[in-house]
């Protein structure tokens, strides 16, 4: 039991605290809506247990042990959610012209494997509570609930705040924040080497 409660404390650790993933579902629900920004919510954490898994049995090994893998897909995430901190930036603020349709399943899952901070996740998860295929599995089931809990807990935060931004100026200024804590993530991710 006390082992459980390890993993559900570093998942909930590093699902909970703000990342690009997390501020996607705040920022999904705010323009589109609870329901379209859990269906986000689900692929995310969906795409991370596939990640998750995948790392288990060695993914990261293997790639890793290949010369520029490693920083090709930091380099690739971090791209990746420059691309979405400008999508948000350049967003007008008016309801019928929102850049980009609502946050989706696929979306989120692709997001993970995008994701630096997911990768770093894994592999710090992997390392520190997996022995084998009973425990990955028993890691996996518990990062589901807790990762799933996690980031609808910013989904529903986006939510709330979807009723109170009603004009175009407070839209901007909004998503505006949202896409420079996505860019200063972006910043932290390719400082922390």
């Not at 329901?35 to 898994?53: E, K």
């Not at 890691?139 to 709330?160: D, K, Q, T």
Request: hydrophobic share 55%; with cysteine.
């Amino acid at each position: 039991m006390h082992l459980d409660l390890s993993m559900a404390g570093f998942a909930l650790a590093t699902s909970i605290t703000p990342g690009p993933v997390n501020l996607v579902a705040l920022a999904g629900a705010s323009r589109h809506g609870l329901r379209p920004a859990l269906r986000h919510v689900t692929g995310a954490t969906l795409g991370f247990i596939v990640l998750l898994l995948a790392n288990g049995a060695g993914l990261l090994a293997v790639l890793t042990s290949f010369d520029g893998v490693n920083q090709a897909l930091r380099v690739g995430g971090i791209a990746y959610l420059l691309w979405l901190a400008w999508g948000l930036a350049r967003d007008n603020g008016e309801l019928g012209a929102a850049t980009g349709g609502p946050p989706g399943y696929w979306r989120g899952a692709l997001m993970q494997w995008l994701n630096p901070k997911a990768w770093m996740a894994c592999a710090a998860g992997v390392a520190a509570f997996v022995e084998g295929p009973q425990s990955i599995a028993r890691f996996a089931a518990i990062y589901l609930v807790v990762c799933w809990l996690s980031l609808a807990c910013w989904a529903w935060a986006g939510a709330f705040l979807q009723h109170r931004l009603g004009d175009a100026r407070r839209w901007r200024l909004f998503n505006r924040s949202m896409a420079a804590l996505l860019a200063a993530s972006a910043g932290y991710l390719w400082l922390a080497r």
